[in-house]
Nanobody, 123 residues
Framework: VQLQASGGGLVQAGDSLRLSCAAS????????WGWFRQPPGKELEFVGA????????MYAASVEGRFTISRDNAKNTVYLQMNSLKSEDTAVYYC?????????????????WGQGTQVTVSS
């Protein structure tokens, strides 16, 4: 199983960025997908997740209304659209997967993790 996250970079506050996570080696459509992040010197934190069907999503309060998760089952890829970026969004971002949408905000419960992609927002 491989989860390849990409799309990170250095942007200015107020800019937008879209992260991608391409998956292989697992049946993408039967998994819920999520994003976590780890700011410098801080713990890993939940960002958001999308259900198997894509009909439901949940977000951390800190990103609600600014970030949007979507999935493309045909491309085995999940996306994180990040708008109105703030300096506090600076972090390494990770994608993760599990068959249970209800546990997607619990990092210890998830089955698969990708490598991180760095997002740096300058103020």
């Amino acid at each position: 199983v491989q989860l390849q996250a990409s799309g990170g970079g250095l942007v200015q506050a107020g800019d937008s960025l879209r992260l991608s996570c391409a998956a292989s080696g697992l049946p993408f459509s039967i998994y819920a997908w999520g994003w976590f992040r780890q700011p410098p010197g801080k713990e890993l934190e939940f960002v958001g997740a999308i259900s198997l069907s894509g009909a439901s999503a949940m977000y951390a309060a800190s990103v609600e209304g600014r970030f949007t998760i979507s999935r493309d089952n045909a491309k085995n890829t999940v996306y994180l659209q990040m708008n109105s970026l703030k300096s506090e969004d600076t972090a390494v971002y990770y994608c993760a997967a599990d068959k249970r949408f209800g546990v997607m905000d619990r990092r210890e419960a998830l089955s698969y993790w990708g490598q991180g992609t760095q997002v740096t927002v300058s103020s």
